[in-house]
């Protein structure tokens, strides 16, 4: 079984996003890719209301992850961490994408198009895809206590 995966952007994203949309439909890995918007520069909602749609499929178990880009790649985080259940997290390095699954069990990865350039995005991507959380490591603890806090605990 390959991943279901979300992407989602607003319009300071959706450049990065497209192209790693569709990186993300031509890798073996993924089964299906379900965008939430936006699909051009001229469409102006606003990051969070994407972020959120995004991080509620991902909450409600309909997708497994989801990749989200804004400008920075910050505000996209911060509102897919207000969904219950979510750790989402901006990262734009090899370790920080590897450790945001491995040791945090995040299953949102934000990047920002204004931050990192779309060859280094496309890696990164790459590299996630084959990223797995072991819920029986030592950081299994530490990701139960962030669940703890917002209740999502037994869903986790
Ligand atoms: C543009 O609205 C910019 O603020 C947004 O894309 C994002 O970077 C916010 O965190």
Request: with cysteine; aromatic share 4%; hydrophobic share 45%.
């Amino acid at each position: 079984m390959g991943w279901k995966i979300v992407t989602g952007s607003d319009n300071a994203g959706v450049g990065h996003k497209s192209a790693l949309k569709d990186l993300l439909e031509n890798d073996p890995r993924v089964d299906e890719v379900i965008d939430v918007g936006v699909t051009g520069r001229e469409d102006g909602t606003y990051y969070p209301n994407v972020a959120v749609a995004a991080a509620e499929k991902v909450a409600a178990g309909e997708a497994d992850r989801a990749l989200l880009i804004c400008g920075t790649g910050l505000g996209v985080a911060i509102a897919a961490n207000k969904v219950s259940g979510v750790r989402a997290v901006t990262a734009h390095d090899l370790y920080s994408v590897q450790r945001s699954v491995l040791s945090n069990n995040a299953q949102v990865l934000c990047m920002g198009e204004r931050v990192v350039g779309l060859e280094l995005a496309k890696e990164l991507v790459k590299v996630w895809l084959d990223l797995e959380f072991d819920p029986e490591s030592s950081s299994a603890a530490k990701v139960d206590a962030i669940c703890a806090y917002d209740g999502s605990l037994d869903e986790a």
